[in-house]
């Protein structure tokens, strides 16, 4: 089946740094979601991306999918500790999401 | 999300005890979710159900049955726990677009 390669499993990184996840496929996705979960929450949805090449904005958080559409990346400028949690690509394949294993953020102040 | 409930939120049972989870939800989506969470595997998919007739297998059913009782309900039973079910579990929803809605999650320990 489909399957989703996140990297790096872990990142701990001093407040006002900048930090990037990266998410890559053997196959081409038709798109791709990102969601934030908080310590001791649950996922929240970010955003969707569905163009090639395509780049969102969120504030300091800034989101590609790849022009093969095969990866994508999620770029925080300058963290701050409201950043901290673990962050997940997750593809769509038929109706279901297919996960990454997620990015733990941590942010030392 | 308040909309999507989970119960309960912890629960320690024993090796060989029947669960269930149960989630609820009132956004009004046919598509519900039940998956795991497992520290540095992300979220795999147990079941899913597109509507009260039709339910589905998700990467890892084995040792899980789900019933859905009407649009707003999914439940989740593990017939005879056993300790590698130790897990955080969430139960999604999913409406017209591809954006999933969570519960708040059970925390289950099988000792």
């Known amino acids: 089946g489909q399957q989703v390669m996140q990297i790096p499993q872990y990142q701990h990184v001093q407040e006002g740094e900048d930090f990037t996840t990266y998410c890559n496929s053997s196959?081409?996705?038709?798109?791709i979601q990102w969601y934030k979960q908080r310590p001791g929450g649950h996922p929240v949805f970010l955003i969707q991306?569905?163009?090639?090449?395509e780049v969102k904005k969120q504030k300091r958080l800034t989101f590609q999918f790849g022009e093969a559409k095969k990866n994508s990346s999620l770029h925080i400028t300058a963290t701050q500790t409201t950043d901290v949690g673990t962050y997940f690509c997750?593809?769509?394949?038929?109706?279901?999401?297919?996960f990454g294993a997620g990015t733990i953020l941590r942010v030392k102040s | 999300d308040a909309d999507v409930t989970q119960t309960p939120r912890n629960r320690i049972t024993k090796t060989g005890k029947r669960i269930m989870l149960e989630c609820s939800q009132t956004?009004?989506?046919?598509?519900m979710y039940w998956y795991r969470q497992d520290p540095g595997l992300g979220l795999r998919l147990i079941y899913y159900?597109?509507?009260?007739?039709?339910?589905n297998k998700g990467e890892i059913s084995d040792g899980y049955s789900v019933s859905r009782q009407a649009q707003a309900k999914f439940s989740l039973s593990l017939e005879s726990a056993i300790p590698n079910q130790t897990a955080l579990y969430f139960c999604?929803?999913?409406?017209?677009?591809?954006?999933?809605?969570f519960g708040p999650g059970t925390r289950l320990t099988v000792l």
């Open positions: 997750a593809a769509t394949g038929g109706n279901k999401l297919v």
């Open positions: 196959t081409t996705l038709s798109n």
């Open positions: 991306l569905v163009k090639s090449g």
């Open positions: 956004k009004g989506h046919d598509r």
């Open positions: 159900s597109f509507d009260v007739k039709d339910i």
């Open positions: 999604a929803t999913k409406g017209p677009t591809d954006t999933q809605y």
